[in-house]
């Protein structure tokens, strides 16, 4: 991840593509396992539920319509709380990548400027950093080294949801609510907006095209706000074009830690490659 640090006047080259590694395979993960899951889990021509070989243990019997419908209403809830736990732990893992190289990057800084450093301090940092919640990495790479993301009142609330998925089968508990109202589940969407002729905006729906825009206004792009709010003892459901949404929100999230990231190394004289475009694949890359 970080290469070029053979001596203290040598400046580091930092490798990203390895950084960002977990996270871009996360999503494309969670993209493609929810799309399969959750086509499998709506379409009715998807009903063979029993494992292949092995046909001496029949471990449940022949079952109703309706119960099969109940299988597929489950696993449907099954495969997105796995979904969303792939997002957020890749997540993570980035988060503890970007706090190492960081750290290496620190230190090259600290002995080009003669500073007397502690023996095993920046370890000590090191092994500290992937046990602390994903709030608390937020705020130590900000106030560590500048790196500021914006998106962790996003990220935070899927971790929300996740949990909710997984241990309450998607029905919201106690331990769910974040939000006067239940849990808030808050994300991300490309929107498309302008401007009416009176100065009001005018925001258009993506679902059909061409767009007619009022006369004169100029077409903008931003990623717009979403959110769901489910109320306690009420089941999360989040539909296939909100979980695209949600994927496209880790997206983005990765494109803006980069642009602080690079913006923290360039301000102690280092460099950070441009990554590659993202592969299509979903298998693990190395360990960290």
Known sequence: MLSGLGGVGDMPEINFDEVVEPAIVGVNRAVVFMGLGVTAASESAVANYRLPEAPHIDLIPQVTEEQLAEFKREFGVWIIGNGLRELVETWDVFLDRLYIVSLASDEWRAERAGEALRPGQYAKRARAFPKRGTGEKFDLLQTEFGIRLTFEAEIESIKKARNCLTHRLGVVGAKDLNSPGGLAVRWRAPELFGYHEDGSEFVPSLDAFPIEFPTGSPVKLRHGERQKIVPRGHRLQLSAAELKEIC?????????????????????????????????????????
């Open 248 to 288: 496209y929100t880790f997206r983005i999230a990765i494109m803006q830690a980069q642009e602080s990231f690079a913006g923290s190394i360039a301000r102690i004289g280092g460099t950070v490659n441009q990554p590659a475009k993202s592969s299509h694949g979903v298998g693990r890359g190395r360990e960290t």
